[in-house]
């Protein structure tokens, strides 16, 4: 009895409601993010080692926007496979002259007690940001051109932005003091030395450092805060915050205005400084009557000069060219002058024309020579 009213009840309702009313659900076509990557960015799918599973979502509205990935794809330089070992014996060849110029001045400065100066002082500091600062960037890159991958992990990528802005923001407080230091030098020589104390020299490096810490934990703790969902493809060599945030699937809207206020203020600020310092410097050059006293005393700047003006030059073609958003390649040119061409130029800039780091440079070799042929008198033995 039960089961013929049961069926008369589903008869009724099948009457009543006809199939094409029914409710019926269509499974969502989900595509994996490989093929979005080779259709936005051209990218042969022979290409792309990230292997990214398809993410299926268990929302009845669509895909949740709190989604998390674990892996960003950094696009490099160029995806042309026969392009790779030129570009990693390019880099490889810059990081080792970064690498060894760099600490040569380091060698330097530390080994000759006429060098023990405020000058010299800050510049085997920025020496040592430099290094550090091209570490964040070259290594990961040609490790991934040699294992032919892209990947750089959720974690890697936050740790690499992190240092980059530590070491690239030390760098600028650097420079601006090496502009205040030659703005006392030329403009008040006989209290050069009551100024530039030891003891202030070491202040000033122990504040910018503190300074550049600060600066890189907010904006790593405000890109930590966003979601990032699908975009997951970073055109570029490292993971830079600006790219970072435009990634992101959450509002951003706080993060720009705080991100671009500090680097304002702090950019803006260190500029200020260097210009308002080389101001004054002209202003004293130009009162000097001889013309080789004028060379003399510009002479002392100028390399320190030239170091800004390509600095300054290749972070303000960044920010230019990233507001377009059809000139990442362009911008990423940008990036690597100033992250990468001007770190290996530092060591040149400072040493051609200085005679005392030449001077200095000579007595550690021979020292160093000396050193060795005693050892191998030693092992001889």
Same mark, same amino acid.
């Given at each position: 009895?039960?089961? &013929? &009213? ?27 993010? =490989? ?11 022979? +290409?792309?080692?990230?292997? #990214? ?45 970064? #690498? ?7 060698? $330097?400065?530390? =080994? +000759? ?37 892209? #990947? ?26 090496? $502009? ?43 890109? #930590? ?63 000097? =009557?001889?013309?080789? @006293? ?7 700047? $100028? ?13 303000? @073609? ?37 005679? +005392? ?25």
């Amino acid at each position: 009895m039960g089961r &013929v &009213v049961a069926l008369g009840v589903l008869s009724l309702a099948g009457r009543l409601s006809p199939p094409s009313s029914l409710l019926y659900f269509e499974e969502p076509e989900i595509q994996s993010p =490989s093929l979005t990557i080779q259709e936005e960015f051209g990218v042969p799918l022979s +290409d792309l080692p990230l292997r #990214v599973p398809i993410q299926f979502s268990h929302q009845p509205y669509g895909p949740s926007n709190n989604t998390q990935i674990s892996e960003f794809l950094l696009l490099g330089l160029s995806n042309e496979p026969e392009l790779q070992p030129l570009i990693f014996g390019l880099f490889l060849f810059m990081y080792l002259i970064t #690498v060894f110029g760099n600490l040569l001045i380091i060698l $330097a400065v530390s =080994s +000759d007690s006429h060098l023990h100066t405020p000058m010299y002082f800050f510049l085997s500091n920025l020496s040592f940001a430099d290094i550090c600062f091209t570490s964040t960037i070259i290594p990961k890159m040609l490790w991934n051109i040699q294992t032919h991958s892209k #990947v750089i992990t959720y974690e890697g990528c936050i740790i690499q932005m992190y240092f980059l802005l530590l070491f690239g923001a030390f760098d600028v407080f650097l420079l601006t003091m090496m $502009a205040y230091d030659r703005y006392v030098a030329i403009c008040h020589p006989l209290h050069y030395m009551v100024i530039m104390k030891p003891q202030l020299c070491g202040i000033l490096v122990l504040s910018s450092f503190i300074m550049s810490f600060l600066y890189s934990l907010m904006q790593s703790l405000m890109v #930590v805060q966003l979601s990032f969902c699908t975009k997951r493809v970073i055109p570029h060599i490292f993971c830079e915050a600006n790219l970072m945030i435009k990634l992101a699937c959450s509002d951003t809207f706080i993060c720009d205005m705080v991100v671009y206020f500090v680097s304002v203020v702090l950019g803006g600020g260190s500029l200020g400084a260097i210009l308002y310092s080389y101001s004054k410097i002209i202003a004293c050059i130009s009162g000097i =009557s001889s013309a080789q @006293g004028k060379y003399k005393a510009f002479s002392t700047c $100028a390399s320190h000069l030239s170091v800004v003006s390509l600095f300054s030059c290749s972070v303000l @073609g960044v920010y230019l060219t990233s507001a377009d958003t059809h000139s990442s390649h362009s911008s990423v040119i940008a990036s690597v002058m100033y992250s990468v061409v001007t770190p290996m130029l530092n060591p040149f800039m400072y040493s051609l024309r200085n005679k +005392d780091i030449k001077k200095a440079l000579k007595i550690f070799g021979k020292e160093t020579n000396k050193e060795l042929s005693v050892l191998g008198l030693k092992n001889c033995h």
